[in-house]
């Protein structure tokens, strides 16, 4: 088994990756390490890849943000595909992921890594195991290592992490394909994969491939992200037994990763009522003594066509609050189409908000810095430095001018703002800085560093 940083982290050992990863979050690297050695935080990098940003998940860290872009089966266009790469660079995407399954899926995944660089880049194996292996063996009669072969390729690549659904059993999916939820599987990769197991009668094949798997994203020190294939596609199917029996299989494996040094986080819901959100995470964080919380949302309502970023924002921020560790975001476009350029601005921008929204709950002070400096030039009017500390300044700028300004204020007040009609008498107090405001901010939340 290779040197993973886990078992370097068990060792007692700080290393230099190490020591800026806890630079750059502000945190002890003595505890980083150890949080990296239990589990509780995983590092987002292969090997192989030497001009990646390690983006660091977990316990006592700042929430990270991911992108999915790709292909579809209908739409390819792979500079469009490029342009939301860049998008997701730009605007401050943590990580990206590329789900394609449409054109060369080879050519097109090797394009976008280096487009999303120095960003870490995830994949779904499954995709494209199925699509080429349907292909190949003329059906859905693909054997089990095939599933395999692919991962194998994706690491070699540099893949830093890869969605695997191991948790999906065939009971379940016999189970499942027989209730009465209102969808039965919602996860695309999960869907591919039950049908392969109803098909020809096997297990799931990363269940059968999982001390395999262990070795092989031990030797690349990359991370397997545990699918949530039965993740409630409608809040009609929030927490029922096979969402929970899935969870309960994903901690079996997470104990099982832990065992042999490798990096693993679990993948979350899905739709899912505000009222059930902290509870799902202090239920995932219990099973899996601690693991990296990956969640798509939560959607925290069905019908939100249209405006999907917003209710995922509202779900996202209130579960890393709670615990989540890492957000994947949600566009305008989701359940429509596949995403524009600009809807996955808007999608990113959104999922940031809620990110950074949640660390002022569980990081305090060191995530408050900027609001503070912002809300310092705003109580001075002084809007060319605030423009600054805009998630998009030239939207920021354009509405600003939208109507022209008449006035030092803005056009929502004009002469009638509050701070200029208080400015002669308050032009004389003591203003207080940064630090003292900062030394003011606690949370009951708040994430020992």
């Known amino acids: 088994m290779a040197k993973t940083v886990v078992l370097v982290a068990r060792s007692g050992s700080v290393t230099n990756e190490v020591r800026e990863v806890a630079r750059i979050e502000g945190v002890s690297p003595e505890k980083l390490r150890d949080r990296i050695a239990s589990g509780r935080v995983v590092l987002l990098r292969n090997t192989r890849r030497y001009n990646v940003r390690v983006a660091a998940v977990g316990q006592g860290l700042s929430t990270k943000v991911n992108v999915?872009?790709?292909?579809?089966?209908?739409?390819?266009?792979?500079?469009?595909?490029?342009?939301?790469?860049?998008?997701?660079?730009?605007?401050?995407?943590?990580?990206?992921?590329?789900?394609?399954?449409?054109?060369?899926?080879?050519?097109?995944?090797r394009t976008l890594m280096k487009e999303v660089e120095p960003l870490p880049l995830g994949t779904v194996p499954t995709y494209q195991a199925w699509i080429e292996g349907v292909k190949r063996y003329n059906g859905v009669s693909m054997p089990s290592d095939w599933f395999i072969k692919i991962v194998e390729e994706h690491l070699r690549d540099g893949v830093d992490f890869m969605t695997i659904h191991a948790a999906l059993s065939k009971e379940l999916v016999e189970k499942v394909v027989r209730s009465k939820r209102v969808m039965p599987i919602i996860s695309r990769g999960g869907a591919l994969l039950a049908a392969w197991m109803l098909e020809n009668k096997e297990e799931n094949p990363y269940r059968q491939y999982w001390d395999y798997l262990l070795e092989l994203f031990a030797e690349h020190d990359a991370v397997i992200s545990i699918g949530d294939a039965l993740r409630p596609g409608t809040i009609a199917d929030q927490h029922d037994e096979f969402q929970v029996a899935e969870l309960v299989e994903a901690a079996r494996l997470v104990k099982s990763a832990r065992e042999k040094g490798v990096q693993v986080i679990v993948e979350?819901?899905?739709?899912?009522?505000?009222?059930?959100?902290?509870?799902?995470?202090?239920?995932?964080?219990?099973?899996?003594?601690?693991?990296?919380?990956?969640?798509?949302?939560?959607?925290?309502?069905?019908?939100?066509?249209?405006?999907?970023?917003?209710?995922?924002?509202?779900?996202?921020?209130?579960?890393?609050a709670a615990g989540a560790d890492f957000l994947c975001y949600l566009t305008p476009a989701e359940h429509l189409s596949l995403?524009?350029?600009?809807?996955?601005?808007?999608?990113?921008?959104?999922?940031?908000?809620?990110?950074?929204?949640?660390?002022?709950?569980?990081?305090?002070?060191?995530?408050?810095?900027?609001?503070?400096?912002?809300?310092?030039?705003?109580?001075?009017?002084?809007?060319?430095?605030?423009?600054?500390?805009?998630?998009?300044?030239?939207?920021?700028?354009?509405?600003?001018?939208?109507?022209?300004?008449?006035?030092?204020?803005?056009?929502?007040?004009?002469?009638?703002?509050?701070?200029?009609?208080?400015?002669?008498?308050?032009?004389?107090r003591k203003e207080p800085d940064v630090k003292e405001l900062l030394d003011r901010f606690t949370s009951e939340n708040m994430v020992e560093m």
């Open 268 to 320: 979350g819901p899905g739709h899912m009522t505000l009222d059930q959100v902290v509870a799902d995470v202090r239920l995932m964080k219990r099973l899996t003594n601690g693991a990296p919380y990956y969640v798509l949302g939560p959607l925290v309502t069905d019908t939100a066509m249209g405006y999907d970023h917003i209710a995922a924002a509202i779900g996202g921020a209130l579960a890393a």
């Open 68 to 109: 999915n872009i790709g292909t579809s089966g209908t739409v390819i266009d792979l500079e469009m595909e490029k342009e939301k790469a860049r998008i997701a660079v730009r605007y401050g995407a943590d990580t990206v992921m590329d789900l394609s399954i449409g054109g060369p899926l080879d050519e097109i995944r």
């Open 339 to 428: 995403p524009s350029p600009e809807q996955v601005k808007e999608g990113l921008i959104a999922a940031k908000i809620a990110a950074h929204a949640a660390d002022l709950v569980k990081l305090g002070p060191r995530a408050a810095k900027r609001d503070i400096e912002l809300s310092l030039l705003r109580a001075k009017l002084r809007w060319s430095e605030m423009f600054r500390y805009a998630p998009d300044p030239e939207k920021a700028k354009k509405i600003y001018a939208q109507f022209g300004v008449g006035t030092e204020a803005c056009n929502m007040c004009g002469q009638y703002c509050a701070c200029l009609i208080l400015s002669k008498y308050t032009s004389k």
